[in-house]
């Protein structure tokens, strides 16, 4: 879909709850995401690179729907509209040395 | 809204956004099109984010030391943007005779050019990066390398060329290019045309499909290539890392997490399934290569592994520069999965490229017209 990033959505108005922590993991306010917003990110996808929310340990299952709706209302459109970032393999965080084996009774599975 | 600029660039990843800021700082009007929904995409968002000039190829290697002298060290400040960056040597690791080989040929090389390279062992290694396991025994040594955030990095440029007056549409792919009596004009998306006298292809392994359209050809392809991150972790270490048979490379990030990279050898002959998919089989390939270095590691939990393409060029290095036949066409592509530390020497020197007809670093090795068959 088209997304023409010089349409107009207003100029930041901070608000009294800006201060309100979004994302537990990575610890990032409503504040920032919203700025964030106006500093020209206007994906679900950019917001998560360019300030981490979503990418801590939860990866964004406990506050990616928050995070939709704070970036829409933002952006004056649909939270429908934005598309959901990735979700990417292991399901749950999982050690390294966990993740490396790949013997079956104490030999390689080949 | 009109279509026309001075300049249009395709491809809204990091050589596209850095592009950009150079070209808006000078006053040039610029419109940047990216064929996907999100800026940095594709290999923008998917690398090591490593700032190296040790093994890199003697043709590129100018862009990345004019980087790290005159662009990096101030980068955060220019963009407003964290951008990471740490000046703190990169360790190429090795384990047996065969790996100090080819280290030793990578450092003469890398020597040969004026860079300060070091061979050292491994009590030498271990002196600089204390984590790491005995069976490190040599390494090369790179005090002036370094690594930084490729996402902060990329969206810094995106979010300041933007601010300087650059227009940034997503979700725009470009089908083709067209020529005005001969003359760069016309660029063609589903449903709108864009003109401008100058146009930037730098648009990854897309290009290749854009610049046949005014008949070029880039011999490139493209090779899946895959990382994992940690959890965040005390800090360790502020080197970048790599290792002589390539099985993995990365470093501790800012955030505290690891970042590494790596391969399982089935790099070429990975399905595309239209976007690029992890494999099963590699992120376990890369975690038992880390923990072979790192044991201290071999806890830390995996939270997320992603994959992307790397636009390999016939030559290995990327293709850079005017396109002749083409008068006001450049192209910036086939970067070959080492793009990201060149990037802002890159767009710096395209600017001035776009708008003096000069650059002050010779592009000429990596032109569009090198490659010839092989009798």
């Known amino acids: 879909?088209?997304?023409?990033?010089?349409?107009?959505?207003?100029?930041?108005?901070p608000a009294a709850d800006d201060d309100m922590i979004v994302c537990r993991c990575e610890e990032i306010t409503k504040g920032e995401i919203r700025r964030a917003v106006h500093e020209g990110m206007y994906t679900i996808t950019e917001i998560r690179r360019y300030l981490r929310c979503g990418m801590g340990l939860c990866q964004g299952q406990t506050c990616a729907r928050l995070v939709k709706g704070i970036v829409a209302r933002e952006l004056k459109i649909s939270p429908?509209?934005?598309?959901?970032?990735?979700?990417?393999?292991?399901?749950?965080?999982?050690?390294?040395?966990i993740l490396a084996n790949e013997e079956k009774e104490g030999k390689r599975d080949e | 809204m009109s279509n026309?600029?001075?300049?249009?660039?395709?491809?809204?990843?990091?050589?596209?956004?850095?592009?950009?800021?150079?070209?808006t700082k000078k006053g040039v009007s610029v419109t940047v099109l990216e064929g996907s929904d999100n800026i940095g995409d594709g290999g923008s968002s998917r690398n090591g984010g490593g700032v190296r000039q040790s093994g890199r190829d003697p043709r590129e290697l100018p862009l990345v030391m004019y980087g790290i002298r005159n662009l990096w060290?101030?980068?955060?400040?220019?963009?407003?943007?964290d951008c990471e960056y740490h000046q703190?040597?990169?360790?190429?690791?090795?384990?047996?005779?065969?790996?100090?080989?080819?280290?030793?040929?990578?450092?003469?090389?890398?020597?040969?050019?004026?860079?300060?390279?070091?061979?050292?062992?491994?009590?030498?290694?271990?002196?600089?990066?204390?984590?790491?396991?005995?069976?490190?025994?040599?390494?090369?040594?790179?005090?002036?390398?370094?690594?930084a955030n490729p996402l902060t990095t990329t969206l810094g440029f995106y979010k300041t060329a933007r601010r300087q007056g650059a227009h940034f549409?997503?979700?725009?792919?470009?089908?083709?290019?067209?020529?005005?009596?001969?003359?760069?004009?016309?660029?063609?998306?589903k449903e709108n045309v864009y003109e401008a006298e100058k146009v930037l292809v730098a648009a990854g392994y897309h290009s290749r499909e854009l610049l046949g359209s005014v008949g070029i050809d880039v011999p490139m392809t493209q090779s899946l290539l895959e990382a994992l991150v940690t959890e965040a972790q005390p800090h360790m270490f502020d080197q970048m890392l790599g290792t002589a048979e390539a099985d993995f490379y990365g470093h501790q990030t800012k955030h505290g997490s690891f970042v590494f990279g790596g391969s399982s050898g089935f790099e070429g002959f990975n399905k595309d399934n239209g976007t690029p998919v992890t494999s099963s089989m590699t992120a376990p390939c890369i975690c038992r290569g880390i923990m072979k270095y790192f044991p201290d590691l071999s806890d830390a939990k995996i939270v997320r592994t992603w994959a992307g393409w790397s636009d390999k060029s016939a030559d290995g290095v990327p293709v850079l520069g005017t396109v002749d036949e083409v008068p006001g066409?450049?192209?910036?592509?086939?970067?070959?999965?080492?793009?990201?530390?060149?990037?802002?020497?890159?767009?710096?020197?395209?600017?001035?490229?776009?708008?003096?007809?000069?650059?002050?670093?010779d592009l000429s090795a990596l032109h569009y017209d090198r490659f010839r068959a092989k009798i």
């Open chain 2, 88 to 147: 703190d040597g990169n360790l190429r690791l090795g384990k047996n005779e065969k790996h100090a080989k080819i280290l030793e040929n990578l450092a003469n090389k890398a020597k040969a050019c004026g860079l300060d390279v070091r061979m050292i062992d491994g009590k030498t290694v271990r002196e600089i990066n204390p984590y790491l396991s005995e069976e490190v025994t040599v390494a090369s040594w790179c005090p002036t390398d370094g690594h």
């Open chain 2, 73 to 81: 060290p101030t980068l955060s400040d220019e963009l407003g943007t």
């Open chain 2, 169 to 189: 549409i997503t979700g725009e792919k470009v089908i083709r290019l067209e020529t005005v009596h001969g003359k760069m004009r016309r660029v063609v998306t």
């Open chain 2, 4 to 23: 026309c600029t001075d300049v249009i660039i395709i491809g809204g990843g990091i050589i596209g956004c850095a592009t950009a800021y150079y070209l």
């Open chain 1, 1 to 13: 879909m088209i997304n023409d990033r010089n349409r107009e959505i207003g100029t930041f108005v």
């Open chain 2, 329 to 361: 066409l450049y192209a910036a592509c086939a970067f070959t999965g080492h793009g990201f530390g060149i990037s802002p020497a890159v767009g710096h020197q395209l600017a001035m490229l776009m708008t003096e007809g000069r650059t002050e670093i």
């Open chain 1, 80 to 97: 429908a509209q934005l598309e959901p970032a990735s979700s990417r393999a292991p399901m749950r965080p999982t050690e390294m040395h």
